[in-house]
Nanobody, 121 residues
């Protein structure tokens, strides 16, 4: 199971940190992804982190978002800075099928519930 939290309403230029708590699978051996889906748009892979702590970001968030993981807490974080209105979406975390990850062709074993992020003044 995966449970995302930390969403909310934030002004443009602000920051939020999302958390994804995992259970029921060998967390240390799995890559973890963050996806988002804005109203009327397709789901987009935002970031992922491998079991070896390598990270990947979409071009739309690179330099503004930072993904990290705490294996002792079975939790992955997404620190989002310099938020823009176009970042408004439901953010969902997911576990990959293996240790590596790619945003281009993600292989997902399980999905969590999403958390809504709204960037508006």
């Amino acid at each position: 199971q995966l449970q995302a939290c930390g969403g909310g309403l934030v002004q443009p230029g602000g920051s939020l940190r999302l958390s994804c708590a995992a259970s029921g699978f060998p967390f240390d051996d799995r890559a973890i992804y963050w996806f988002r889906q804005a109203p009327g748009k397709e789901r987009e892979g935002v970031s992922c982190i491998t079991s070896g702590l390598n990270t990947h970001y979409s071009s739309s968030v690179k330099g503004r978002f930072t993904i990290s993981r705490d294996n002792a807490k079975n939790t992955v974080y997404l620190q989002m800075n310099s938020l823009k209105p176009e970042d408004t979406a439901v953010y969902t975390c997911a576990a990959g099928r293996g240790r590596l990850c790619t945003l281009g062709d993600p292989s997902i074993a399980s999905w969590g519930q999403g958390t809504l992020v709204t960037v508006s003044s």
